[in-house]
């Protein structure tokens, strides 16, 4: 799509390699010479909420004491957010005027089950990212609803979230199809797998 540019981290096995992929990926020449209009980040893997927080866990994640390990070995949403301001919402904005912003889309197929079921209101709050942290415009689309595991799908295939996110007809990519319609889809597309018994 012109002026989108879209980034698809593959595969990274520890949260070090999760981070180095993505600041790679936004350090590009190109993004800064010729920022686009849309940014879109899609993850697809292991997630939970712990902390007041959503994390993201590379395969090869080893959570032994979640207290001291769940930091170094899993990359928050938050974390994720402030990359994307440090490393190019910020250096747009500093060459060239507070009047060109890239617009961020993070997808995240992953489920969103609470290790800690005791929370109150306050800290489901909280898994909102601080305004600092993140880039000026960004919108974050996820596969599932709060504190639910998000569906596999049939061994071997796409779970439903990314096989309707794909659809060529109705799909994020689609062409002539407005993002909006396409999210509508998408969560249809969803709803309905999900009441399938």
Not at 97 to 119: K, T
Not at 154 to 181: I, L, N, Q, T, Y
Request: aromatic residues 8%; charged residues 25%; negative net charge.
């Amino acid at each position: 799509m012109p002026g989108c540019y879209s980034a698809a981290i593959r595969n990274p096995k520890t949260a070090k390699e999760l981070r180095y992929q993505l600041r790679t990926h936004l350090q590009e020449p190109d993004l800064a010479k010729d920022p686009p209009e849309l940014l879109v980040v899609y993850y697809a893997g292991h997630g939970f909420l712990q902390n007041g927080k959503m994390w993201l866990v590379p395969a090869h994640a080893r959570i032994r004491d979640v207290d001291e390990d769940l930091k170094h070995e899993c990359l928050s949403l938050n974390d994720l957010l402030e990359m994307l301001r440090k490393h190019l919402d910020q250096p747009v904005q500093n060459q060239f005027g507070a009047g060109r912003a890239v617009v961020f889309l993070v997808v995240l197929d992953a489920c969103r089950d609470q290790l800690e079921l005791e929370r109150g209101f306050d800290d489901v709050q909280a898994l909102e990212p601080d305004a600092k942290e993140a880039p000026r415009k960004y919108k974050i689309l996820f596969s599932c609803s709060r504190q639910t595991t998000a569906s596999d799908g049939p061994s071997g295939g796409h779970g439903p979230f990314a096989k309707a996110m794909f659809d060529a007809s109705s799909g994020f990519f689609a062409e002539g199809v407005p993002m909006r319609d396409a999210i509508e889809s998408v969560s249809r597309a969803v709803q309905s797998s999900n009441s399938v018994p």
